[in-house]
């Protein structure tokens, strides 16, 4: 079974972006190997803490099963958590975090969010 994952990434490579700021989304559909589904841009409406308006973000993510970004406030976790979505809080590189998923078996394990 292949996970749809979402990496907040300004310029593709590295997870560097907070969720309520966030303007590039990189797309990857995670299995036993990842394929690069594409480049997703959001408006990003939240200049540091934000109390809910996420609809625009969910609805450019409505797909993805999990969220990587480099923080992330407790209501708009909740709200993602809320929607069925795993999030997790990381910095690196992309390909390094779907390296790990892979090598790990993520998705075969029960995982909570990491928030």
Not at 15 to 22: C, L, M, R, T
Not at 106 to 111: D, E, I, K, T, V
């Amino acid at each position: 079974m292949s996970y749809r994952v979402g990496f907040a990434s300004i310029d593709g490579a590295v997870v560097d972006e907070h969720f309520g700021s966030a303007r590039y989304w990189q797309i990857y559909d995670i299995d036993a190997k990842e394929t690069f589904v594409e480049t997703r841009k959001t408006a990003a409406k939240c200049a540091g803490h934000c109390e809910g308006g996420f609809d625009h973000i969910l609805a450019v993510l409505d797909d993805c099963d999990a969220l990587f970004v480099s923080r992330i406030g407790e209501s708009a976790a909740a709200v993602m958590i809320a929607k069925g979505k795993r999030v997790f809080e990381a910095q690196g590189a992309v390909e390094d975090i779907i390296a790990e998923l892979i090598e790990n078996d993520y998705w075969s394990m029960s995982h909570g969010s990491d928030i």
